[in-house]
């Protein structure tokens, strides 16, 4: 409820934060609570409990719809 809060007010395009421990699963549940947020959940799959990032796009003032993402280095 921060984020959305901060990003709204704040007029924050693109946060990142750390150490989310979010799944896919969350961000999508968030995304559905929250639906200003587009949330892309990063996470390293050989250590799935640490080293989590995610980033929180305000849909209000980022177009979401072309977004791609790719790894460089997972994690």
């Known amino acids: 409820m921060h984020i959305n809060q901060i990003i709204r007010e704040r007029k924050i395009g693109i946060i990142a934060l750390q150490e989310t421990h979010l799944t896919q699963d969350d961000a999508k549940a968030l995304?559905?609570?929250?639906?200003?947020?587009?949330?892309?959940?990063?996470?390293?799959?050989?250590?799935?409990?640490?080293?989590?990032?995610?980033?929180?796009?305000?849909?209000?003032?980022?177009?979401?719809?072309?977004?791609v993402t790719k790894d460089i280095i997972p994690g």
């Open 31 to 67: 995304e559905t609570l929250f639906p200003r947020m587009h949330i892309i959940s990063l996470l390293d799959p050989q250590y799935t409990n640490t080293k989590e990032v995610a980033l929180v796009i305000n849909k209000d003032l980022v177009n979401t719809k072309d977004i």
